[in-house]
């Protein structure tokens, strides 16, 4: 695999490239200081050349990560499927990295990485190889979940329960596969959302606030002890747990909670299913989407005794099918359906 770095810095040039030459198969074919000069380099090499990932600095002079995406991505459409650039950002944990981040994932980026606070350290070098490791495993189509390729479509199923929930586990594409999912999914249902992305703090704050600018329903970050209300979707806060929960009064409402990471994901999904199934059992419609890993599948064969209903997106329209692939193989879910088929399904459920 051949790659390319952008970062303004000269330090995290150096740092990636160091990590990089660490990771067996991998090629560092140059690197550029500003988009400006990342496109020239780009422009001058044959489509056979070009690099197939792109670690990619958010805040840079002259030309930041966000144009420099438009314009890579412009290349990746001339090249007519010959070849694809995938883009890997590179977020500072800031208000602003975070923003620009989101709008990267939402445009197109593959996925993203956090820079490090400094990189003097062997342990700063050991987290950047072993994070871009498993964002290239992913582009290579490594990921044990990947190799399960069924599609499930069950028939018509005659459902007499009152649903008061929709909960949402999602991961690597989440993003960009939000953006497309909630505007119709809001049209179609006044049901409270509750939404695990597995990101860290200050990204879900922003992410919350993209997607409120493009959906009927109110999107904003979860809070401890707010009621869970209709037209609301809660996003999980960023290195926190989200859960349902009674308050003293019998109301279900939010809570957020410290506790270790399960999977190695906090937030995480199975948390909040399990949550869902003790607080909602049968009254939620699960959906577990893109993203690595198996996160979601134990948490999803809880709120299934507990009589939920629970559909998966397909293979083919997930950035990775790890976390729904993992819940189709363990047979935890009711249907397997394109995403840009899942909210007319779950109108047709809620309404007939």
Same mark, same amino acid.
């Given at each position: 695999?051949?790659?390319?770095?952008?970062?303004?810095?000269?330090?995290?040039?150096?740092?990636?490239?160091?990590?990089?030459?660490?990771?067996?198969?991998?090629?560092?074919?140059?690197?550029?200081?500003?988009?400006?000069?990342?496109?020239?380099?780009?422009?001058?090499?044959?489509?056979?050349?070009?690099?197939?990932?792109?670690?990619?600095?958010?805040?840079?002079?002259?030309?930041?990560?966000?144009?420099?995406?438009?314009?890579?991505?412009?290349?990746?459409?001339?090249?007519?499927?010959? +070849?694809?650039?995938?883009?890997?950002?590179?977020?500072?944990?800031? +208000?602003?990295?975070?923003?620009?981040?989101?709008?990267?994932?939402?445009?197109?980026?593959?996925?993203?990485?956090?820079?490090?606070?400094?990189?003097?350290?062997?342990?700063?070098?050991?987290?950047?190889?072993?994070?871009?490791?498993?964002?290239?495993?992913?582009?290579?189509?490594?990921?044990?979940?990947?190799?399960?390729? !069924?599609?499930?479509?069950?028939?018509?199923?005659?459902?007499?329960?009152?649903?008061?929930?929709?909960?949402?586990?999602?991961?690597?594409?989440?993003?960009?596969?939000?953006?497309?999912?909630?505007?119709?999914?809001?049209?179609?249902?006044?049901?409270? =959302?509750? =939404?695990?992305?597995?990101?860290?703090?200050?990204?879900?704050?922003?992410?919350?606030?993209?997607?409120?600018?493009?959906?009927?329903?109110?999107? +904003?970050?979860?809070?401890?002890?707010?009621?869970?209300?209709?037209?609301?979707?809660?996003?999980?806060?960023?290195? +926190?747990?989200?859960?349902?929960?009674?308050?003293?009064?019998?109301?279900?409402?939010?809570?957020?909670?410290?506790?270790?990471?399960?999977?190695?994901?906090?937030?995480?999904?199975?948390?909040?299913?399990?949550?869902?199934?003790?607080?909602?059992?049968?009254?939620?419609?699960?959906?577990?989407?893109?993203?690595?890993?198996?996160?979601?599948?134990?948490?999803?064969?809880?709120?299934?005794?507990?009589?939920?209903?629970? =559909?998966?997106?397909?293979?083919?329209?997930?950035?990775?099918?790890?976390?729904?692939?993992?819940?189709?193989?363990?047979?935890?879910?009711?249907?397997?359906?394109?995403?840009?088929?899942?909210? !007319?399904?779950?109108?047709?459920?809620?309404?007939?």
């Amino acid at each position: 695999m051949k790659v390319l770095i952008v970062d303004d810095s000269i330090i995290f040039r150096k740092g990636i490239e160091k990590a990089l030459t660490q990771i067996q198969g991998i090629t560092v074919i140059g690197s550029a200081w500003n988009g400006l000069k990342a496109l020239e380099i780009l422009q001058s090499l044959s489509a056979s050349d070009l690099p197939d990932l792109i670690t990619l600095d958010v805040e840079m002079p002259e030309m930041d990560g966000l144009q420099t995406l438009r314009e890579i991505q412009k290349i990746n459409y001339s090249l007519q499927g010959k +070849k694809r650039m995938h883009v890997l950002m590179v977020s500072s944990l800031t +208000k602003k990295g975070a923003k620009v981040t989101i709008s990267a994932l939402q445009q197109g980026a593959f996925d993203f990485i956090t820079k490090p606070e400094n990189l003097d350290s062997d342990k700063s070098i050991e987290f950047l190889r072993d994070t871009i490791t498993e964002k290239i495993k992913i582009i290579s189509g490594k990921d044990e979940g990947q190799q399960i390729i !069924s599609r499930i479509n069950k028939p018509e199923v005659k459902l007499t329960t009152s649903f008061r929930c929709i909960g949402i586990g999602i991961s690597t594409g989440g993003p960009k596969t939000l953006m497309q999912l909630l505007p119709p999914l809001c049209e179609a249902t006044n049901l409270p =959302i509750l =939404i695990v992305q597995h990101m860290p703090e200050e990204f879900t704050k922003s992410l919350a606030a993209n997607l409120d600018r493009y959906t009927s329903h109110w999107v +904003k970050e979860a809070e401890e002890g707010e009621t869970i209300s209709d037209k609301t979707v809660y996003i999980a806060p960023g290195g +926190k747990h989200m859960v349902a929960r009674y308050d003293q009064q019998g109301k279900s409402v939010i809570g957020i909670n410290d506790q270790p990471a399960e999977n190695g994901c906090k937030p995480s999904a199975d948390v909040l299913f399990r949550s869902l199934a003790s607080v909602f059992a049968d009254k939620t419609i699960a959906l577990i989407l893109t993203g690595m890993g198996n996160d979601g599948t134990r948490g999803l064969a809880t709120l299934k005794r507990a009589g939920a209903y629970v =559909i998966a997106q397909d293979e083919a329209s997930s950035t990775i099918w790890g976390m729904p692939g993992s819940a189709v193989k363990s047979g935890v879910t009711d249907e397997v359906l394109p995403l840009d088929e899942i909210p !007319s399904r779950i109108r047709k459920i809620l309404h007939g």
